[in-house]
């Protein structure tokens, strides 16, 4: 099987990804979309692995697994401390850093 | 053709499809489980391409966890029902979505367009872990202190006081 077939579907995922986060206003589907695009890089890193024959990318994927369990973690705990202080999620009506 | 063959194509109409879902729909508890069935679906692509450990840990942290958490986000800010999903820059955004899109389609086809992968090589869970905790050992340790400060955080940022 051709290689460019898995990799041009992890750059369809990446793309919508990459329209996920500009186009979303709700916080958590930006977190939604910010996931789609790190399962486009893991994919990319297993298939690597398996066309070097190389076990790398899979111990990377993996790391990079683990990451994303921290960052949604924090993410989601923002966007709970938002909607409390601010009674919204939309993103783009957090104009300030402070007021 | 071959049956893996057949099987990455099945999969990866399946993952794409759900990928597209989960960034058009208009529903936000829509878009968390057309996330889930696309990170099933990359999964099963994984376990495919012989990272038997990767898309297991991949079901079981991802959809187990973090879709389920997505869940509790979206719950508990209580923004199912109002329409806050989208806002007025979507063309640009499928435009730009595009524009990403035929750069990296570009670049791939010109870096890998004759080069072929097989569905040969398996990497066993044994093979995984012997290399994690010897090589790798450092990376890991780091991952855990990472995960302990991003579980403290996280309660410090969403308790009430």
Redesign the interface.
Known sequence: MPVVAPLLLSALMFSCGVYGVLARRHGVMLLIAVELMITAANLNLIVFSQLLHNAIGNIVALFIIAVTAAEVGIGIAIVMLLYRQRGTVAVDEMRLMKW | MAL??IA??ML?AF??VT??F??TTRN?VH??LG?SA??IG?AA??IL???Q??GL??IL??VG??VI??M???M??G?SIRP????D??V???L???A??IV??AG??TS????????D?A?PTV??GH??FTT?VL??EA?SI??L???V???V??R?D
Do not use: C, E, H
Not at chain 2, 84 to 87: L, S
């Open positions: 893996p063959t990455f194509w990866a993952t794409a990928a597209i989960t960034v936000v878009s968390a996330l696309a990170l990359a692509l994984f391409f012989g990272a450990f990767v840990a991949q942290i991802y966890a973090v958490l997505f509790f986000g979206i508990l800010t923004t806050v999903v989208d806002n820059q979507r640009m955004a499928a730009v979505a595009v990403v899109f990296l389609a791939i086809l890998f367009g004759g080069r072929k992968v097989r569905f090589v990497f093979a995984i290399a994690l790798w990376p890991f991952v990472l995960l400060a991003a579980l955080g996280a309660i940022l969403a009430r």
